[in-house]
């Protein structure tokens, strides 16, 4: 059984950084592609990033682009997300996700596993 347990999120001023972490156990393939989401209040979940198990493909939404960097340490079993410049609609609950099929995490289709999620909270 895969477990996703998220850490690092917070309250943070506008301009901002932080980096949240995705402690992972129970992986018994080595290729899951892995991701995070977001869900701020009163909006629907919404992708983030995703990286492929070797960390050679990594995808962004639009909204965050060059403002996030993704990453993951198969040896450490966790991956990572780093993000700069944090604006107050980043404010959200912040998860994350993995999945056998790339497609499935990058197009947000609901991936196999999740996290319980991390706040971030972003004030102006």
């Known amino acids: 059984q895969v477990q996703l347990v998220e850490s690092g999120g917070g309250l943070v001023q506008a301009g901002g950084s932080l980096r949240l972490s995705c402690a992972v156990s129970?992986?018994?393939?080595?290729?899951?592609?892995m991701g995070w989401f977001r869900q701020a209040p009163g909006k629907e979940r919404e992708f983030v990033a995703a990286?492929?198990?070797?960390?050679?493909?990594?995808y962004y939404a639009d909204s965050v682009k060059g403002r996030v960097t993704i990453s993951r340490d198969n040896a450490e079993n966790t991956m990572s997300l780093q993000i700069n410049n944090l604006k107050p609609e980043d404010t959200a609950v912040y998860y994350c996700?993995?999945?056998?099929?790339?497609?499935?995490?990058?197009?947000?289709?609901?991936?196999?596993?999740w996290g319980q999620g991390t706040q971030v909270t972003v004030s102006s």
């Open positions: 990286i492929s198990w070797s960390g050679a493909y990594t």
């Open positions: 129970g992986l018994t393939s080595s290729s899951y592609t």
């Open positions: 996700a993995a999945d056998l099929v790339w497609r499935t995490v990058v197009a947000g289709s609901n991936p196999g596993s």
